[in-house]
C-alpha cells in the first residue's frame, strides 16, 4: 500500500470522520496462501514518540499504514514537527518542535499519544498532555506513568481536560513500577534517555515492542540495556542524534492470522512473522491440536479439529490480551469447553454478544468467558458491530466461520490497527469485501 501523507499541509484536519462502510463476508471457505505480516502498530507509536528526543531527522521503515499512525503523525505535527509518510516509510523532524498543548480532539483519538510525555519533558522540561483516549476496553488511568516521572524529578499538574508536567532536571534513580505497564515502562525509557545519570525501572514491561524501543534509542546514542527484561537500567545521555531504523514484525497480527488459519485453514504461510515474539500463542495453538511450523522468518499454519483449552491474558510473556478477542471466537468452534479470563482490562468482552448472534454459546462469569464450542455448520450468517479494533478481527473471523452472509460495521476500529486486513484476507481466498 503506498500512503503518501504530507503532513505539514494536513495542518487544519484533526477530527477523522467515522467511516460508514461495512465488511460484507461469505462464510464457509478456507484459507490458503501466504500473507506478509506487517510492521507492530504497537512498535511504530512509541518510536515516533521517541523521534521527539532529537533535533535530527529519523527515519523509520516497515512503517504500517494504519489510521493510529496517521493520528500519531497528525500529534507529531501539532508539535510542529515535520513528517512525511511514503509507502511505509516515515521520516520525522523534530528540529522545530515546541511542548505546546495538543487539541484533546486529537489526542482522544488513540491512548499512545500520551507517550509525547517522556520525550517532551525530557527534551523541553515540560509537556502538557490531555486525557488520552483509544478502545473503550477499560479505565486506562496514567498513574503509573505519572509516579515514575515524578521520581525522576518531575511536578505533574492537573489541567481542565488533561495535565502539564514539567521540572527543572530530570535526574535517574531507581524506580519501581506498580505493575508492568507497556506505555508507563515506554514513556520512563524515553524521559530516562535524556535525565541525568542512571535510571533503573524495576517490575517494567517486557513486550517485545519496549525491546524495539530500546534498540532505537540506543541506535540514537542512547544507552539502555535489559528491555525485554523486568529491570531496565538506562544511562542517560546528553543528546541523542537521527537514526534510520526497521520496525519490528507486528505480533499481535501475526496471532490473529495464525488463529484464522487455526480456525478456517487450509494451510497458510505467514511471512516475515517472527516465532520467538509469539511463543505463548503457538503454545496454545498446540494444546488446540493445531499444526505449524516456524522457521526464520516465516510460520506456516494449517487448520483442523480443535481442541479446547483454558487461558489467562497476562503481560508478556504470558498470553496478550490483544488477541483475546480473537482466541475467543475460535475456541468457539473447539471441541469441547474453553474458558478464558481477562486480566488485563475490565472491559474486554464487549464482542461476545455480536458473537452469539452467530450461533455462539458463550457465559461471562466475573472476568472470564465460558465458550462451548458448537459446530461451524451450525452457525449462521449475521449483523455484526464492532466495538473496538481486536474485537472487530474477532468479528471478522468469526463471521468468515459462519455459513451464509454476514456485514460488519466500525471498520474505523480495524482500521486503526490492521493494515488491510480484508485484502489479506482475500488474497488467501477468504470472501470478504468493504462497501
Ligand atoms: C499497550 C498496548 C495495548 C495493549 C496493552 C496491554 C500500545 C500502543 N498499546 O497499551 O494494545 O492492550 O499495552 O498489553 O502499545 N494501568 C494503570 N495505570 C497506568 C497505566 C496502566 O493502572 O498508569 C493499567 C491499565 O488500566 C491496564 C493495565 O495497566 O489495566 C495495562 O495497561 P498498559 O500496559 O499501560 O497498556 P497500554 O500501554 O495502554
Known amino acids: 500500500m503506498k500512503a503518501v501523507v504530507d503532513v505539514a499541509a494536513d495542518k487544519n484536519k484533526s477530527k477523522t470522520p467515522i467511516k460508514q462502510e461495512k465488511i460484507v463476508t461469505v462464510g464457509g471457505g478456507s ?29 523509520i521503515n516497515n512503517a504500517p499504514c494504519l489510521d493510529d499512525v496517521l ?17 511505509h516509510q516515515l521520516r520525522l523532524n523534530s528540529r522545530g518542535v515546541e511542548p505546546r498543548a495538543v487539541k484533546p480532539e486529537i489526542l482522544r483519538q488513540i491512548r499512545a499519544s500520551n507517550l509525547i510525555l517522556g520525550p517532551l519533558l525530557a527534551r523541553f522540561k515540560e509537556a502538557e498532555i490531555g486525557a488520552c483516549g483509544g478502545c473503550s476496553i477499560g479505565s486506562r488511568p496514567m498513574d503509573i506513568h505519572f509516579a515514575g516521572m515524578e521520581a525522576l524529578g518531575a511536578k505533574i499538574l492537573p489541567l481542565a481536560g488533561g495535565y ?35 535510571t533503573r525501572l524495576h517490575n517494567a514491561a517486557a513486550e ?30 546528553r ?79 504470558g498470553f496478550p490480551t490483544d488477541l483475546q478477542p480473537i482466541l475467543a471466537a475460535v475456541l468457539c468452534h473447539a471441541e469441547g469447553e474453553s474458558i478464558i479470563c481477562e486480566q488485563i482490562f475490565e472491559n474486554r468482552f ?44 474477532a468479528l471478522v473471523l468469526a463471521a468468515l466461520s459462519a455459513e451464509g452472509q454476514s456485514e460488519i460495521t466500525g471498520v474505523h476500529y480495524i482500521d486503526r490497527g490492521y493494515e488491510d486486513l480484508v485484502g489479506k484476507l482475500r488474497r488467501l481466498g477468504a470472501d470478504i469485501k468493504r462497501c
Open 31 to 59: 484459507l490458503n496462501g501466504e500473507v506478509a505480516i506487517s510492521g507492530a502498530k504497537n512498535a511504530v507509536l512509541p518510536l515516533m514518540a521517541a523521534a521527539l528526543l532529537t533535533e535530527d531527522e529519523c527515519i
Open 71 to 87: 493520528v500519531m503523525l497528525s500529534v507529531f505535527k501539532a508539535l510542529d514537527g515535520r513528517a512525511e509518510f511514503d509507502g
Open 164 to 198: 502539564f508536567a514539567f521540572a527543572r532536571q530530570l535526574k535517574g534513580t531507581d524506580i519501581y513500577l506498580k505493575f508492568p505497564s507497556v506505555g508507563a515502562t515506554e514513556n520512563l525509557l524515553m524521559a530516562a534517555a535524556l535525565s541525568e545519570g542512571q
Open 208 to 237: 517485545p515492542e519496549i525491546e524495539d524501543l530500546a534498540a532505537f534509542i540506543n541506535a540514537m546514542g542512547g544507552s539502555i540495556s535489559g528491555a525485554g527484561t523486568a529491570d531496565i537500567v538506562i544511562d542517560g545521555a
Open 239 to 317: 543528546k541523542l542524534h537521527g537514526v534510520e531504523y526497521t520496525v519490528m514484525p507486528d505480533r499481535i497480527e501475526t496471532g490473529t492470522f495464525l488463529l484464522a488459519g487455526a480456525l478456517l485453514g487450509g494451510k497458510i504461510r505467514l511471512l516475515g512473522a517472527r516465532a520467538a515474539d509469539v511463543q505463548v500463542q503457538l503454545s496454545v495453538l498446540r494444546q488446540m491440536g493445531v499444526e505449524y511450523q516456524s522457521m526464520a522468518g516465516e510460520i506456516t499454519v494449517q487448520g483442523g479439529p480443535l481442541k479446547a483449552v483454558r487461558v489467562e491474558t497476562a503481560p508478556h510473556p
Open 350 to 393: 464487549g464482542y461476545i454478544n455480536e458473537l452469539k448472534k452467530l450461533g455462539a454459546a458463550i457465559q461471562i462469569r466475573d472476568n472470564c468467558a465460558i465458550i462451548k464450542g458448537s459446530k461451524q455448520n451450525d452457525w449462521h450468517g449475521a449483523k455484526l458491530a464492532a466495538s473496538d479494533l481486536r474485537a472487530g478481527a
